[in-house]
């Protein structure tokens, strides 16, 4: 029964939340920026010239972004009010789930 309910070490009830996933997420994107920008400022001090890090902005933008989702998952829990707009928000998100990632890939592609 134990191995049903735990995958990696994940129970069910994390896996099936979202904003679990997001702040999984959220934190590994910001350790990278993290890292990433360490070493251009250790390249730009001059320690390392071989440093290939360049601190990527759009990773700066993934990461504003999941903050933002992150947010979201923050005030779900301040009202009832504000829950049941995010739900709504989360359900129409699951709905067109499929048009969000061609959308996202377009817009990858072209920035």
């Known amino acids: ?16 939340n979202p904003f679990s996933w997001i702040s999984l997420s959220m934190i590994v994107s910001c350790w990278v920026m993290f890292i990433q920008n360490f070493a251009v400022v250790g390249r730009q001090m001059g320690f390392e010239e071989d440093v ?5 902005t759009n990773l700066q933008v ?8 992150r947010f979201l998952g923050f005030l779900r829990g301040t009202s009832i009010k504000m829950a049941t707009f995010i739900l709504m928000i989360q359900e129409i998100c699951d709905k067109i789930q499929i048009f969000l990632f061609v959308f996202f890939l377009f817009l990858l592609m072209f920035s």
């Open 1 to 16: 029964s134990r191995c049903l309910t735990i995958y990696c070490g994940l129970a069910v009830s994390w896996r099936n």
């Open 52 to 56: 290939k890090f360049d601190g990527n």
């Open 62 to 69: 993934v990461v504003i972004f999941l903050i933002w989702l």
